[in-house]
């Protein structure tokens, strides 16, 4: 997938999860700046982003992420078989 | 992709569009939960079931006060892990079949605690149902692998027996239904497949401790939720993400969320008495392959020689055993309707035979007709049916027509139709009596017996040739399963629509105030089984004493039958035994017991209590005792199970 359409894609399920269609994914995106991504969140935007993009992060993955720029970059590189 | 979601609902393409409106749109409560009903009914993912739940709930916050005491049930849940993610299924679940489920989730791993203690959430909730999801390592500590059977049944018994202390607390002293989950086998094996020989081992021990605790929800009349099943279904990997047990000691993966919430909510329709009650098959590709009608006789695909015709067998093989267990089964087909009926006469492979049919409508008209025809003849709500037809279009006209009919999403190899109907759970159930067994041929004589009245030239005579016998008693050991049962799932005929627990059944029978009956009818074409329960307390009001009516049901299959006389003769016996001056009735309006709104008036009482303005309020009425002259005994040779006439 291009990035363009990761971020797209993430941005349904952020804009599902978080109940609110004005949310808009940046690179600089965090749990910062969402009051609502608590750890309960977090499980559903992992478990979402799997069934969607048809990957499987491993535990020690997710513990590196730091904001959408850093996830939507590790979704590309388990696409592309990394 | 999902390994395995909801697949018996349809897909609904536009569901984020028709939730938007629906979040826009208010109305009755019947009219709300009618539209979530709807919306709840197609193949949603966890992420869709969430925002479906926090859609109702804001609107559902608005309507807090309405009076829906019948549609609502209070689940309290009791849990060794974390289950906050699969609480807006179990919501979910509940709406898809016109519930209201309102949930405590007692803190975490206080289980214990919430049910002994007399000030806990769990009793300041008053809950319906309890559900005990206990993880296995909370439930079980290692033994020495060298442990002997004997000791590791012993240590089993023990925890089996703490949990059946607290589910004894549950039911006696907060009142609830008791929804056993059980233990989820996460271990791994560590003797290969030499486990099953080493009694001690973590998944042996496992095995038995589910075996124990179901065996004892037997005995103790606990649900049983077996989650171990739905584990092989799905695979133990999809449904149990060993990472999020990691993490957040979530033992179901809220991408399984909708399953479980469905799982649950099946429970508590079952509970409250809203599980289907009829199946109703279509014929041509559904119990055998081909068109009867182009194919004829030896066209059609069943049976043996043939993979397919085996398939088809399968099913009908089902089916057959659906109705041995108490489903009624019915045909709804377009075809002719003597072309119809030859398959099973003739056809050699056909197991179902028309004598386990209980309503038979082969025509050409719309199958939503077909199906009301079906409804009405049987006296079962429309509500109760499930429509089984591998035709999309027709499935789609009755989901459009008859909402409240069940309609799988029929897979397209018949091969596969078993487990589809196996996997939507329609039939759930919270007990099994020799009654249930018997259903079918009940159905049956029923039809009979509508087909001699159609043509008898008066109803008189007709009743009198019936030779109908009551069998009369109070309510006893033996009979009080079925007791029970027909108290939670009655409601049409139903006065007051109030529900009690195996418990408070057994505390009214040593209740010495108060008179129960339970009527079994039999007539010529054979046992209708208990076919009315009356629950009468005499109340003392100054110098004055009624025998108050809180529990009246009957069977819609004897209506007509003068079997309301013949009860309200057994109310004025009671009654005047012990210097009642009257006889108090009650009707309580419900959604479904319109039908016996004129009941008490019917019968001759008078009304004493009524509120002009509010049709929905309950009404009250008398009849004195004085001067009350049985009715109708000619028709009845009746017959006291305690000896007594």
Known sequence: MEQAEVYAALQDIFRDIFDDDDIELEASTSAANIPEWDSFNHVNIIVASEMKFGIKFLAAELDDLKNVGDFVALVQKKQNGG | ?645
């Open chain 2, 1 to 645: 992709m999902i390994p395995f979601d909801l697949y018996w609902l349809p897909e609904n393409e536009g569901f984020n569009k028709d939730l938007k409106a629906a979040a826009q749109q208010r109305g009755t409560a019947d009219e709300v939960l009618t539209r979530f009903r709807d919306l709840a009914t197609c193949r949603l993912d966890f992420l869709k079931t969430a925002k479906l739940d926090r859609t109702f709930q804001t609107i559902w916050a608005d309507m807090a006060d309405t009076d829906i005491a019948a549609r609502r049930i209070r689940i309290g849940i009791l849990s060794s892990c974390t289950v906050d993610h699969l609480i807006p299924a179990i919501r979910v679940g509940a709406l898809r079949r016109g519930l209201v489920a309102e949930c405590y989730v007692a803190p975490y791993s206080m289980y214990h605690q919430e049910v002994i203690d007399p000030s806990s959430g769990l009793r300041k909730f008053e809950p319906d149902v309890v559900l005990m999801n206990l993880d296995s390592q909370s439930v079980l500590s290692a033994l020495p692998f060298t442990s002997s059977a004997q000791e590791v049944e012993d240590t089993i018994s023990v925890r089996v027996d703490e949990i059946a202390g607290l589910w004894n607390v549950i039911q006696n002293d907060i009142g609830a239904v008791v929804l056993q989950q059980a233990v989820l086998d996460r271990s791994q094996p560590l003797f290969g497949n030499f486990e099953a020989r080493v009694p001690a081992s973590p998944t042996r021990m496992i095995q038995q401790f589910n075996w124990q605790l179901s065996n004892r929800a037997g005995e103790a009349k606990a649900l049983w939720l077996d989650i171990e099943r739905w584990a092989r279904q799905v695979g133990m990997k999809n449904l149990s993400d060993s990472r999020l047990w990691h993490q957040a000691k979530q033992e179901i993966s809220p991408i399984q969320s909708p399953l479980y919430g469905d799982l649950v909510a099946r429970q508590l329709a079952a509970v409250r008495g809203l599980s289907k009650k009829c199946l109703v098959l279509d014929l041509d590709n559904t119990v055998w392959g081909g068109v009867i009608g182009d194919d004829g006789l030896d066209g059609i695909v069943l049976g043996q020689g043939n993979p397919l015709g085996e398939a088809f067998s399968a099913f009908q093989d089902y089916a057959k055993a659906l109705s041995r267990r108490g489903i009624i089964l019915a045909v709804a087909s377009k075809n002719d309707d003597a072309v119809a009926k030859n398959a099973f006469e003739n056809h050699p492979e056909m197991t179902l035979q028309l004598s386990d049919i209980a309503a038979f409508e082969a025509n050409w008209f719309d199958k939503p007709a077909s199906l009301q025809r079906i409804a009405k003849d049987l006296n079962i709500g429309i509500d109760s049916l499930v429509f089984f037809d591998d035709n999309p279009m027709e499935r789609a006209l009755v989901r459009e027509t008859l909402p409240e009919v069940a309609v799988p999403e029929v897979p397209l190899a018949a091969e596969d139709y078993v487990a589809c109907l196996a996997d939507a759970g329609y039939f759930e159930t919270v007990g099994f009596t020799s009654d249930d067994t018997k259903r079918t041929e009940q159905y049956v004589a029923n039809r009979q017996r509508n087909e001699i009245q159609s043509r008898a030239a008066d109803l008189d005579s007709f009743l009198n040739d019936l030779q109908m016998e009551l069998i009369v008693g109070s309510f006893d050991k033996t009979n009080l399963s079925r007791i029970v049962q027909l108290i939670n799932k009655t409601n049409q005929f139903n006065l007051t629509t109030r529900r009690y627990t195996e418990a408070e059944v057994l505390d009214l029978m040593k209740d010495d105030t108060v008179e129960t009956f339970h009527v079994r009818l039999k007539d010529r074409f054979g046992d209708n089984g208990i076919i009315a329960i009356v629950i009468a307390q005499h109340k003392a009001e100054g110098n004055d004493a009624v025998l108050d009516v809180d529990t009246w049901l009957m069977s819609c299959r004897v209506l007509g039958r003068k079997v309301e006389e013949a009860v309200l003769n057994l109310l004025a016996d009671a009654a005047s035994r012990r210097g009642a001056r009257a006889i108090r009735g009650h009707y309580v309006p419900s959604s479904r017991n319109g039908m016996v709104r004129e009941h008490y008036a019917k019968l001759g009482f008078e009304q004493v209590k009524a509120d002009a303005m509010n049709e929905t309020a309950p009404t009250e009425w008398e009849l004195p005792v004085a001067g009350y002259e049985p009715r109708f005994t000619n028709l009845f040779e009746k017959v006291f199970t305690d000896g007594t006439s």
